[in-house]
C-alpha cells in the first residue's frame, strides 16, 4: 500500500499499526517520537492499536526539549 | 542536502541571531525556545515557538506547533537544521537534561545564553549518543543572505 510519511510517499506491505510503521521507518526511540496520523495528534498508547490504511498521512517527529 | 554533522559548521545571519536573543529577552526568566531551517549548514529562517513547559529551567516545543513548522519547513524546500533554548541564567552550554534529552537525529542544539546580560552568548552543539560535541558558528552580516525570520 502507498502511505504519506513525512512528506514523502512510501510503499509498505500493510496494512500496519504505527507501532510497526516506526519500526520500519527506523525509528530508534518510538517513546521520544510524536505521531500525527491523518491530522490528528495521537497518545502513545495508541501506537500499538492505531491500523495505518493505504493513502493514509503520518508525520513523526522526535520530541525537542531540555533543560538549564 | 550536506548535514551539518558532515560540515562541522552552522551559518546563521546575524539578523536571525539578533532574532533569537530578542526571543530569550522577552521570555525570560522564562526559557526560549524555537526552530530554525535552511539547507547545507546555513539558517534561513527563525520561528520562535511556545515553551510547553513555560519554566525557567525547562523547556519543550508544544507538538501541535512542531508537526505546524516541520510542515512549513517542507513547503519552502528547506530542512530543520536546528533547535534553540535560551538558558536565562546559567551558561551556554548543553545541560545534563539537554544532553538526556536531546535524541532528534543530526538536530543541532543551539543555546543563546543570558549569564551576561550585556553580552548574550549563542553556541551550538550536536548530541548524540549522550554525548555533546560543540559545533562552530558562523554569523554572517544580514546583506550576505536572503534570510527571513518568521
Known amino acids: 500500500m502507498e502511505i504519506t510519511v513525512n512528506g ?15 519500526v520500519e521507518q527506523e525509528v530508534k526511540m518510538p517513546d521520544m517520537v510524536s505521531v500525527e496520523h491523518n491530522g490528528k495528534i495521537l497518545d502513545r498508547a495508541e501506537f500499538d492499536k492505531q491500523q495505518v490504511r493505504p493513502g493514509d498521512t503520518v508525520e513523526f517527529l522526535y520530541f525537542m526539549g531540555g533543560g538549564a | 542536502m550536506r548535514p551539518v554533522r558532515e560540515l562541522q559548521l552552522l551559518t546563521i545571519p546575524r539578523n536571525i541571531v539578533d532574532a533569537m536573543i530578542e526571543h530569550a529577552h522577552r521570555c525570560a526568566p522564562q526559557e526560549a525556545c524555537g526552530v530554525l531551517s535552511g539547507s547545507d549548514g546555513r539558517v534561513r529562517s527563525v520561528y520562535p515557538m511556545t515553551n510547553a513547559d513555560a519554566s ?10 512542531q508537526f505546524d513548522v516541520a510542515r512549513k519547513i517542507r513547503a519552502e524546500g528547506q530542512e530543520m537544521l536546528a533547535v534553540y533554548h535560551s ?17 532528534a ?17 549563542v553556541k551550538a552543539f550536536l548530541i548524540e549518543d549522550g554525548k555533546a560535541a560543540e559545533t562552530s558558528v558562523r554569523i554572517t552580516n544580514e546583506d550576505e543572505d536572503n534570510v527571513s525570520t518568521t
Open chain 2, 56 to 65: 525557567s529551567e525547562h523547556f519543550s516545543l508544544v507538538p501541535r506547533e
Open chain 2, 105 to 121: 537525529p543530526g538536530i543541532v542544539h543551539v543555546i543563546v545564553s543570558l549569564a551576561d546580560q550585556n553580552k548574550p552568548a
Open chain 1, 8 to 22: 514523502d510517499a512510501v510503499t509498505l506491505d500493510g496494512p500496519l499499526t504505527i507501532a510497526r510503521l516506526l
Open chain 2, 87 to 103: 538558558h536565562p541564567a546559567t551558561p551556554a552550554r548543553p545541560s545534563p537534561e539537554d544532553i538526556r534529552l536531546g535524541v
